[in-house]
């Protein structure tokens, strides 16, 4: 007896032949079964195999990578307009430094010209560098005379007052503020970047707080209209949610268009022009700075080298009081067709220079520069106050941004349990339509305050640290 078969067990008997040709035929629709899963695991694994190929051979396949913040921000510290900017100024003040240096350096120039006069000195020089005299020459009635002259010039400064060095020291303080100043805008770029990476997120959670609360209102009013149906409700509560579900839908179409508009700031921040982008659904944790020190601040280091350049500009002014002293040398190469004579001469010298009266106008640009070295210290003590109180709102911000979270928190579970109570009431005919789309109501703004609580906390966190000069991700 086997007690697996049935048939077997109840008859005491071997199995009928017709049960083993149905066996057979079991059989051999299992195998066909199995056959046609192999095929299928088959041609599923080509098709998979199929797309794969495809992902990795189509151009830009990489453009469903997630942003997440350290990417987005990596991305926009190299590729944003505002940081290849900072990046143009930093070289514009590296070639001041190159002009600044060649005042040092000796100044060659070539120099040529032709003329042709009959006027006596210029003619009976250009016969003398020609070296083409003639004592038939009539000094009353010199001929006019044609002449090429061909110059190497050769300056350089001896003394210059100190206006040389000056002026080095300059463009080596506004290199160092330009760095310092690119440094900033990275600050400032990289928390514009983190805002709008946050504001992403918080659109997203207020479009699923919409999407739900047509989705509630949908179930409300098809309870409702059953309700109506059964004769146990009035048609207003129909179109009360009728109207309310309208407004729900409209709500979600503003949410939608604030999800796009955050995705293209996003865009913006970050410098691409074109494309869609696909933005991670969390961000890290970031720690909360303890201390309150901001003199890591690079504006206070660009103001200082700024102070540093107008100090050395008072300094380049000022030598304008002073001589100033000038070696120079000349090779000269004359030649002249009308008398058919040429010549070569040399020049050597130095000369000394000093202006004793210019009309004051050494003492206006020592003035100027002076004013200007002024205004840059007054700069320096508006700044510490400046980032003083945007590190002390950003601390307010963020401790509000907490608390608020907290007593949002809260009121979601609250109000998510009082939808459900007030739900079943009003299927039971307990309580109106007004009572479930005031509940409903408020789970949704409840929902939409948590999502702005919690972006709002990461974006204080994410000021915070800006205005401390620290980086947004450690």
Not at 43 to 53: G, N, V
Not at 77 to 102: E, H, K, V
Not at 303 to 315: G, N, S, Y
Not at 345 to 356: E, F, K, P, R, V
């Amino acid at each position: 007896m086997n007690p697996t078969n049935p048939t077997v067990a109840r008859t005491g008997s071997p199995p009928h032949r017709g049960l083993a040709i149905r066996d057979t035929a079991d059989c051999q629709s299992a195998l066909q079964l199995e056959g046609r899963t192999r095929a299928m695991s088959r041609a599923s694994l080509l098709r998979a195999l199929w797309l794969a190929a495809a992902t990795l051979l189509t151009p830009g396949a990489d453009a469903a990578e997630l942003w997440t913040l350290e990417r987005a921000i990596g991305h926009a510290l190299t590729n944003s307009p505002d940081a290849r900017i900072a990046q143009q100024r930093i070289a514009a003040a590296r070639a001041g430094i190159d002009q600044a240096n060649a005042a040092f350096w000796p100044q060659l120039q070539i120099q040529s010209s032709y003329t042709r006069t009959d006027n006596p000195m210029l003619a009976f020089g250009n016969i003398l560098n020609q070296r083409s005299f003639s004592s038939s020459l009539d000094f009353n009635d010199v001929p006019d005379v044609d002449n090429l002259n061909v110059r190497g010039l050769l300056t350089m400064p001896l003394y210059t007052g100190g206006r040389v060095k000056a002026g080095r020291d300059a463009a080596r303080a506004n290199t160092e503020a330009a760095r310092a100043n690119a440094e900033a805008v990275q600050n400032a770029l990289a928390f514009e970047v983190a805002r709008a990476f946050h504001t992403v997120l918080k659109t997203r959670e207020i479009i699923r707080a919409a999407e739900a609360a047509v989705t509630a209102f949908e179930q409300h009013l098809a309870t409702a209209s059953n309700r109506v149906d059964n004769g146990v409700a009035l048609r207003i509560d129909v179109l009360d949610f009728q109207v309310k579900l309208a407004q729900a839908r409209e709500e979600l179409v503003r949410a939608r268009n604030a999800g796009i508009l955050s995705q293209r700031a996003l865009r913006n921040a970050l410098g691409i022009e074109t494309g869609d982008l696909e933005v991670a659904a969390e961000s890290p944790a970031v720690p909360v700075p303890a201390d309150g020190d901001f003199s890591r601040r690079p504006e206070f280091r660009a103001l200082a080298q700024a102070e540093q350049a107008a100090a050395a500009q008072v300094r380049q002014m000022k030598s304008g009081y002073r001589p100033r002293v000038n070696a120079f040398g000349s090779l000269d190469y004359d030649h002249g067709w009308v008398n058919d004579g040429d010549g070569k001469s040399y020049t050597a010298g130095i000369m000394a220079q000093w202006d004793l009266w210019d009309g004051k106008r050494t003492r206006g640009r020592v003035s100027e520069a002076q004013a200007h070295l002024e205004a840059l210290r007054e700069e320096q003590r508006k700044l510490r106050l400046a980032i003083d109180f945007e590190v002390e709102q950003a601390r307010r911000q963020l401790s509000e941004a907490t608390e608020r979270l907290a007593v949002t928190q809260g009121a979601v579970a609250q109000a998510a349990e009082s939808v459900d109570l007030t739900r079943a009431r009003f299927e039971q005919g307990l309580v109106l339509s007004t009572q479930l789309i005031d509940a409903q109501t408020a789970l949704t703004t409840a929902r939409v305050r948590r999502a702005e609580a919690e972006a709002d906390q990461r974006i204080a966190i994410a000021a915070l640290r800006k205005a401390l000069g620290l980086p947004q991700l450690p």
